[in-house]
T-cell receptor, first 113, second 115 residues
Framework: DAKTTQPPSMDCAEGRAANLPCNHS???????VYWYRQIHSQGPQYIIH???NNETNEMASLIITEDRKSSTLILPHATLRDTAVYYC??????????????FGSGTQLTVLP | EAGVAQSPRYKIIEKRQSVAFWCNPI?????LYWYQQILGQGPKLLIQ????????DSQLPKDRFSAERLKGVDSTLKIQPAKLEDSAVYLC?????????????FGPGTRLTVT
């Protein structure tokens, strides 16, 4: 699987949009981009994933650049409960050991009141 | 649906002792994973099961760690004997097979402290 690069930490004001970048310059054509987050003392939680197109769900939006070498997770109106470590992961389609998730160190997002 | 259950939530043992963790995945989830998360790091996969068969245990320290998944449902992870560097949170996760929208569901983890 391709590796990802994320900033170690970011701050965001409550109510503002949080934009979390991820660099995955060695991603291959059939690898998906996944985002998980881990709130303190909890297990990671799936947020969103995408292949080429931008995606949106009830939690967040995912913007993938046209060359697919980077992406941005957007939390449109951050709340204090969004304070967590956010992991960007790239992985192959769903088969066998490819289901594995390889976590990096992630980005610690702190939402400030 | 009920989430992934793990027990115990916390465990403190002395080095060279043995410990076991239990995981009950979400009903119907064929794939089960055990991760180790050391403080300040992301989770690292130890072993992956599909039903009751091992898909990947390449990162499992087999000299001291063992895992099984009886009848393709519950799973136990054992450490014997424990070392100081085994202090970590042990996370269990499960997922369905054959889902277009793939995601893993994680339990709350077991925090192990080895003294």
């Amino acid at each position: 699987d391709a590796k990802t690069t994320q900033p170690p930490s970011m701050d965001c004001a409550e109510g503002r949009a949080a934009n979390l970048p991820c660099n995955h310059s060695t991603i291959s054509g059939n690898e998906y981009v996944y985002w998980y987050r881990q709130i303190h003392s909890q297990g990671p939680q799936y947020i969103i994933h995408g292949l080429k197109n931008n995606e949106t769900n009830e939690m967040a939006s995912l913007i993938i650049t046209e060359d697919r070498k980077s992406s941005t997770l957007i939390l449109p109106h951050a709340t204090l409960r969004d304070t967590a470590v956010y992991y960007c992961i790239v992985r192959l389609p769903n088969s066998g050991s490819a289901r594995q998730l390889t976590f990096g160190s992630g980005t610690q997002l702190t939402v400030l009141p | 649906e009920a989430g992934v259950a793990q027990s115990p939530r916390y465990k403190i043992i002395e080095k060279r002792q043995s410990v076991a963790f239990w995981c009950n995945p979400i009903s119907g989830h064929a794939t089960l994973y055990w991760y180790q998360q050391i403080l300040g790091q992301g989770p690292k996969l130890l072993i992956q099961f599909q039903n009751n068969g091992v898909v990947d245990d390449s990162q499992l320290p087999k000299d001291r760690f063992s895992a099984e998944r009886l009848k393709g449902v519950d799973s136990t992870l054992k450490i014997q004997p424990a070392k100081l560097e085994d202090s970590a949170v042990y996370l269990c996760a499960s997922s369905r097979d054959r889902e277009i929208r793939y995601e893993q569901y994680f339990g709350p983890g077991t925090r192990l402290t080895v003294t």
